[in-house]
């Protein structure tokens, strides 16, 4: 089996005393386009270190507050006083240079992303252009700036180190994925379509302390960068791509269906929920108490499976008799491959099948008008989720994607989990291996081998 190695990723960063953004070309520096608003012509920032305006080297950039402004197609600058420093240009650019001893050099800023608004601090070079006829705002940073940047808004700041590292090897090849890409304006956005990026803050210690005991280091798979998938719980089971992007794509060697017991540890009410069909015939919900709307969906299979020898009023569920995995998400049809054991079962010998399942077979008693009957039906587990016609679940079948299906003496449990797409590393699997005392290498090798 090939397994994905962590090699030093050969990027030379010499010592100078000009600014990290005019070094050489190469794969130590990302651009990473900000979260200011969709709609902005004017943005104000706070200088605090030593700048220059690429477009106006000669132009002095003192500590203090500045406002972009889009003006007639044309970008300004203007200091707090309403000076003008800079008008009619296509772009502005502050150009980090050599910091005082002891400081950085920050850009504040405020990000908004949704609902969220809030000032950051950015190290490196930031730079605004016009782009559909707003403001578009860049930051050009040291890469493991920028994953130390990235580490505290994806992975908790308290985990351990060893948690930590094996986040800042995914980020870090996440991220030079992305710059053998060559992309004009920026490699990669800073919320979670890539990675979420809030920049720069001195609390994190931590966060930067894995950035750097790990600088360098990039996850390969023979020749080839890993595509660094990562999610903060898989289910107990870790998925890949195929399942839930693109059936067609090319499985990797490390793209393995597989149980994870370590994710399997982590139990939260926000990351997973599970409803009982009892053996009694009752339908419980996430509360524990009886679901009108579980009964419902049960009773309206029912009546659809019997005919026209019953109607919905004259059904009664006696008794759950079994309950069977049925069929899979839509992309499995077109799937031909021989890495998930729910398609060829002889690859595995620790899992019986695939567990993405959506539909499940419930044989059960019922009574219509005094007679008992025997039917089977096929439930969609996703019609029980919120926004579901039968809502049971508290969750969505896009925030929670798995659904899995258990057993005790007294009936059936099927539990709503895996907090995100499932590929790759599961977080709090990390979280709890590093707990173990597990290093990062093992932590990556378990997820990426």
Known sequence: MAVAALLLFCAVIPVVTMSKA????????????????????????????NYYLKEAPEAAVARGKYTVKLEDGKLSLYRADGG??????????FISCQPDAGSENLITLRRI??????????LGDISFSIAGGYLRCINRVYLDDYIAGVIPYEMSESWPLEALKAQAILARTYAARRLTTNQPNYELVDYSSDQTYCGYNAAYTRSMQAAKETAGQILYCGDEMVQAYYAATNGGYVDIPQHVWSSS???????????????AEYHSSGTEESIRLQRDGKLLGTDGKTSKNFNSYLKTLAVAALGSDAS??????????AVTPKGYRTKHDAISFT???????????TMAECPNYTTFSVKMNVTVGGKTSAVTVVMDATKLAE???YAVYKKTDSTLRLYKLSSDSSGFMLTHCRWGHGVGMSQYGANAMAKEGKTYREILANYYA
Do not use: M, Q, W
């Open 22 to 49: 005019e070094a050489a070309g190469d794969y130590s520096y990302i651009r990473v386009k900000l979260s200011i608003g969709s709609t902005v012509k004017s943005k104000e920032l706070t200088v605090d270190g």
């Open 84 to 93: 003008a420093v800079l008008r009619g240009s296509d772009t502005v650019s």
């Open 113 to 122: 992303y949704g609902t969220n608004s809030k000032n950051r601090d950015y």
């Open 249 to 263: 794509k090319k499985l990797e060697p490390y793209e393995v269906v597989k149980e994870d017991p370590y994710d």
């Open 312 to 321: 919905y009023a004259d059904v009664a569920i006696n008794s759950i008799e």
């Open 339 to 349: 890495k998930c054991s729910g398609h060829a079962a002889s690859d595995f010998e």
């Open 387 to 389: 926004g579901g016609p």
